[in-house]
C-alpha cells in the first residue's frame, strides 16, 4: 500500500515484489494513480512509510485517511536500482492485521509518495 503525502489520504494497493525494483515500484504507483499523479514517474519521491526513520511502526490506512503532511521522519528510497527486499519492503516484513484492524484502518501503509513541487 502506498498513500501521497498532502493528498486526499487515499491509499493504492500497489503489489509490493520482494524482486521489484524501486524504479518499477514508482511507475507501478504512477500507472495505479488512474490519473491522479500527473507528474512522471522518475520525479516521484519514494519513502518507507516506518516512523522513526524506518525504525518504528508502519504508517496506518488510518495515519493516511488523516493526512500525512510531510516526510520528516521517514527514510528515503534514494537508490533506484535497489530491490524492495533490500530497503525494508521484504514480504515478511510488511505486517499484516486482523480483519477486525483492517476494517478500522490500522492495516499498514508501506510507502509514502511525494510529488514534485
Known sequence: MCTIVGGTGSTLDVGIDNGRTINQLTETIKDRSDGLIKDPWPSLQLFLAKKDEGRGPWLTQLDAVQGVSGT????????PDAK???VGLARRQLGGVSDKELAVGKSPVHVLVKLPE
Do not use: E, T
Open 84 to 86: 524492495l527486499r533490500d
Open 72 to 79: 520528516s521522519g521517514y527514510k528515503r528510497l534514494l537508490f
